[in-house]
Structure formats: structure tokens, C-alpha cells
Antibody
Framework: EVQLVESGGGLVKPGESLRLSCAGSGFTFSGYSMNWVRQAPGKGLEWVSSISPRGDYIHYADSVKGRFTISRDNAKNSLYLQVNSLRAEDTAVYYC?????????????WGQGTLVTVSS | DIQMTQSPSSLSASVRDRVTITCRASQSINTYLNWYQQKPGKAPKVLIYAASSLQSGVPSRFSGSGSGTNFTLTISSLQPEDFATYYCQQSYRTSTFGQGTKLEIK
């Protein structure tokens, strides 16, 4: 069974940093592109970042470029998101999401999410 | 960036109704269009990928169509468990979601 389990969220002050983690299991982690998608309270979904299976292709949403860094450790079946210079508008549930690997590029498995709250 | 616009933003319907949600892309995305369902407090779940392909395990009352810039999600006969929020997503160039359509019980 595919599982994605996020951790690392919490309450932080504006300008502070966090490192979100996602542990994957039940599939060959190194064979899939992975993503972070976030959802602010009561709002819609926002794609944040993606990383290719070997980590050689990385993309970011404009809203986080320069502040967030995605990375992965295939030996540990883990995905990470370093989030720096946090702002109130970064408050959201952050989901770890697997790309299906099919040519149509859709998100087939999602974690349960980890909540990041940015407030003074 | 590719913008995705869904309509309507909210919709009231009854069980057994036929419902259609539309999604428009700001530029052609071929058929790189996916649909997700999200229930309160839960992660989204993919329903349709590549504009019209039904994800395994998803009931056949869900269908998708379109290509280029205009797409639709149709639920042929609403069931009580279908009341949720629906999102379209383009995967042609990175990823962008529509703003969502909340489907409520009339």
C-alpha cells in the first residue's frame, strides 16, 4: 500500500524557517517525481514545487521561488521542503504528493498533510 | 504561467441530478487536464486524468471531456457521497489548479 506521511509542521513567527519531511513507503520511491501542494485554511489547492526522480529537475511556484527548497533522499525514501523567510500567507496544510509517472502527469497519491501556521 | 478558471465556484444540486463543471485554461494544454475531488478535512483524490480517463476505482458516473482550453467534468447522477469540492489541474507546464467548485446539496 502506498503511503506518504508528512511531518515537520508547526507554529512559527514571520521570517522563521521550517523543514518539512515526507516519508514514502509501499512503492519504489526513487522511480517517481514528487511534489508539494499546499492549501491555506478555507482556500483552494496551490502547487508549490516538484522534483524529478533523481532530483535533477526542480520547479517552483513563483510565490515561493527563492524562499523554498525542495530536495529528496532516495536512500531514505524521503522528500523534503525547506521553507525560509515564512510569511503569514504561507500558512497552509502542506501535502506531499506523488506524480503518477504516466505521461499525463497527474497526482495519484497524497499524504494527510502537515499544517504550517505563520503568526506573530 | 497557465491560469485555470473553473465555473461555477459553487453549485447546489439534488441527488440523481446531472451536474457539469467547466474548466478553462489560459492557453492550450492539449489534454493535460486532471480532475480531483476533495472532502472536508481530507486530501484530494484524483477522479479523471488526461481529460477523459477514469482513474481506477472511480465510479463510472464521473466523466471528463475536452481538449485545448475547454474542459468539463460531468457527474451523470449525483449520489450523496459526491457532495464535495472539485478541482481541475493542468499538468502541461508544471502544475496549476483551478479555484475549485463546491458542490452542495439543494
Amino acid at each position: 500500500e502506498v503511503q506518504l506521511v508528512e511531518s515537520g509542521g508547526g507554529l512559527v513567527k514571520p521570517g522563521e524557517s521550517l523543514r518539512l519531511s515526507c516519508a514514502g513507503s509501499g512503492f519504489t520511491f526513487s522511480g517517481y517525481s514528487m511534489n508539494w501542494v499546499r492549501q491555506a485554511p478555507g482556500k483552494g489547492l496551490e502547487w508549490v514545487s516538484s522534483i524529478s526522480p533523481r532530483g535533477d529537475y526542480i520547479h517552483y511556484a513563483d510565490s515561493v521561488k527563492g524562499r523554498f527548497t525542495i530536495s529528496r533522499d532516495n536512500a531514505k525514501n524521503s522528500l523534503y521542503l525547506q521553507v525560509n523567510s515564512l510569511r503569514a500567507e504561507d500558512t497552509a496544510v502542506y501535502y506531499c504528493v506523488r506524480d503518477s509517472g504516466r505521461s499525463s502527469y497527474y497526482f495519484d497519491y497524497w499524504g494527510q498533510g502537515t499544517l504550517v501556521t505563520v503568526s506573530s | 504561467d497557465i491560469q485555470m478558471t473553473q465555473s461555477p465556484s459553487s453549485l447546489s444540486a439534488s441527488v440523481r441530478d446531472r451536474v457539469t463543471i467547466t474548466c478553462r485554461a489560459s492557453q492550450s494544454i492539449n489534454t493535460y487536464l486532471n480532475w480531483y475531488q476533495q472532502k472536508p478535512g481530507k486530501a484530494p483524490k484524483v477522479l479523471i486524468y488526461a481529460a477523459s480517463s477514469l482513474q481506477s476505482g472511480v465510479p463510472s458516473r464521473f466523466s471528463g471531456s475536452g481538449s485545448g482550453t475547454n474542459f468539463t467534468l460531468t457527474i451523470s447522477s449525483l449520489q450523496p457521497e459526491d457532495f464535495a469540492t472539485y478541482y481541475c489541474q493542468q499538468s502541461y507546464r508544471t502544475s496549476t489548479f483551478g479555484q475549485g467548485t463546491k458542490l452542495e446539496i439543494k
